[in-house]
Antibody, heavy 122, light 113 residues
Framework: EVQLVQSGAEVKKPGESLKISCKGS????????IAWVRQMPGKGLEWMGI????????RYSPSFQGQVTISADKSTSTAYLQWSSLKASDTAMYYC???????????????WGQGTPVTVSS | DIVMTQTPLSSPVTLGQPASISCRSS???????????LSWLQQRPGQPPRLLIY???NRFSGVPDRFSGSGAGTDFTLKISRVEAEDVGVYYC??????????FGQGTKLEIK
């Protein structure tokens, strides 16, 4: 069974750094891209970027380029999303999701983590 | 980036009645391989998104057959044949044609009248 399990809720102050995680299991972690998606309170889904754990090739949405860093550790089947200096506007739920492949359907964002809520407040 | 526009943004529906949500893309979603990568996601209150439909009309594993998708090019539709209480939530269309810049619609809130 494919599972993406994310790290727990975080409460941070503006200017602090943060790294949240997403651990994949039930499939070959290095063979599938992992994406990160932001959902601000009461709002819709925003695509942040995606990484291929096999070679750590990371691609970013222009809106998030330079604001966050996406990385992965093959040895622990874990993807990460990190900030060097948080802002109050980073308060949101963050989801990781897998880009699967189906012979009948091509590339699909098929499985999602449970989400990591991040609160940034002074 | 491809902009995805959903209508309506809110849809009050009576239990047992059908519901329909539209999604329009700012450019054709036909990929160079000839396929059209349009998905529909459901997000129930307090839950992560869940894949319902991929490549316009393919139901994902475990999705009830009351959900169906249709469309082509830039215009797509999600239909629920008979709405049940568990269908309450927000529905998003998503394009996975233009890698790596995938995009979502704004979401349509389905609620029971």
């Amino acid at each position: 069974e494919v599972q993406l399990v994310q790290s727990g809720a975080e409460v941070k102050k503006p200017g602090e750094s943060l790294k949240i995680s997403c651990k994949g299991s039930g499939y070959s972690f290095t063979s599938y891209w992992i994406a990160w998606v932001r959902q601000m309170p009461g709002k819709g889904l925003e695509w942040m970027g995606i990484i291929y754990p096999g070679d750590s090739d990371a691609r970013y949405s222009p809106s998030f380029q330079g604001q966050v860093t996406i990385s992965a550790d093959k040895s622990t089947s874990t993807a990460y999303l990190q900030w060097s200096s948080l802002k109050a506007s980073d308060t949101a739920m963050y989801y990781c999701a897998r880009r699967g492949y189906y012979d009948s359907g091509g590339y699909v964002i098929d499985y999602w983590g449970q989400g990591t809520p991040v609160t940034v407040s002074s | 980036d491809i902009v995805m526009t959903q209508t309506p943004l809110s849809s009050p529906v009576t239990l047992g009645q059908p519901a329909s949500i539209s999604c329009r893309s700012s450019q054709s979603l036909v990929h160079s391989d000839g396929n059209t990568y349009l998905s529909w996601l459901q997000q129930r209150p307090g839950q992560p998104p869940r894949l319902l439909i991929y490549k316009i009309s393919n139901r994902f594993s475990g999705v009830p057959d009351r959900f169906s998708g249709s469309g082509a090019g830039t215009d797509f539709t999600l239909k629920i044949s008979r709405v049940e209480a568990e269908d309450v939530g927000v529905y998003y269309c998503m394009q996975t044609t233009q890698f790596p810049q995938y995009t979502f619609g704004q979401g349509t809130k389905l609620e029971i009248k």
